[in-house]
């Protein structure tokens, strides 16, 4: 384990020394400042009308729909993160013969996957904690709302991250860098578009649609974690009133059994990865 945990605090330094995390982490600061400013606007506009029935239920409403959306977005860019971080690990190593040296070294295999893994997972908790800390503080420092059942939410997030982050790993020890990337997208786009196809069925009580659904979330259920994710936070008047559709939430909402069904893929994903790195020939 302490070789893992050498290899784990080595791809962490890496990964934060690549021009592609300071990236992600300038463009991250950057989202934050563009969505602080227009929050800020859009809070303007709806205090100004404070004086309607009912307003301050309906812009608590607004606020949870803002904040949700931001969170859609961090979502994303997490997810993104963790393809780009993972795609390039083994198989760029491989390709250029970088891992001749570190697999010579008296380590084994699983621990050079595993001690990756965690380097990685680690650099994501940290991105998602900036991200979503700085939506959640933004919202709650202009506006003084908050959203519910936060912890829930973004450990939810978290999991979708390192769910593909883990199959990028995965495919990263079979394939070329290319390859990976195009497989990583491939099944996110599946997952994406069959969210879409659950949703607007279970809203239009067509079952053979929420069937299709359901069976992209079984091929890869990055897209239903979000989802859930989205249910934790939304408030429980929006719930009440079903209205809770759109991107930013969900009408069918996935049960806590595809949440340890997603555990389960993680830790499925980093098998094959450490197996199939294991056999390969370098």
């Not at 936070?233 to 929006?238: A, D, K, M, P, Q």
Request: aromatic share 10%; glycine share 8%.
């Amino acid at each position: 384990m302490m070789q893992a945990l050498v290899i784990t605090r080595l791809t962490f330094l890496e990964s934060m020394r690549r021009r592609i995390a300071v990236a992600a982490f300038v463009l991250g600061v950057l989202f934050l400042i563009l969505y602080g400013v227009g929050f800020h606007f859009i809070h303007k506009e709806i205090v100004s009308e404070s004086g309607r029935p009912n307003a301050t239920l309906i812009r608590n409403q607004m606020f949870n729909f803002l904040t949700t959306a931001g969170l859609y977005a961090v979502n994303f860019l997490t997810i993104a993160m963790g393809v780009l971080i993972s795609a390039d690990t083994l198989a760029g190593e491989i390709s250029s013969g970088t891992i001749q040296t570190i697999a010579s070294k008296p380590l084994r295999r699983p621990d050079i996957v595993l001690g990756k893994w965690l380097g990685f997972a680690a650099l994501l908790a940290i991105y998602l904690l900036l991200m979503a800390g700085g939506v959640l503080a933004i919202v709650y420092f202009v506006s003084g709302y908050h959203v519910r059942h936060v912890a829930a939410g973004l450990s939810l997030i978290y999991l979708a991250s390192l769910l593909i982050m883990s199959v990028s790993l995965a495919c990263s020890s079979m394939f070329s860098t290319l390859a990976t990337g195009g497989i990583v997208f491939g099944l996110y786009g599946i997952g994406f578009i069959g969210g879409w196809v659950e949703q607007i069925g279970s809203a239009l009580k067509n079952q053979t649609a929420v069937n299709v659904g359901i069976l992209s979330s079984l091929i890869i259920p990055s897209e239903a974690i979000w989802k859930r994710a989205a249910y934790e936070v939304t408030s429980t008047v929006i719930r009440s009133l079903g209205i809770a559709a759109g991107p930013f939430a969900a009408v069918s909402v996935p049960n806590p059994a595809m949440v340890i069904y997603a555990v389960f893929y993680v830790a499925v994903m980093l098998v094959i990865a450490i197996r199939q790195f294991s056999k390969r020939d370098l």
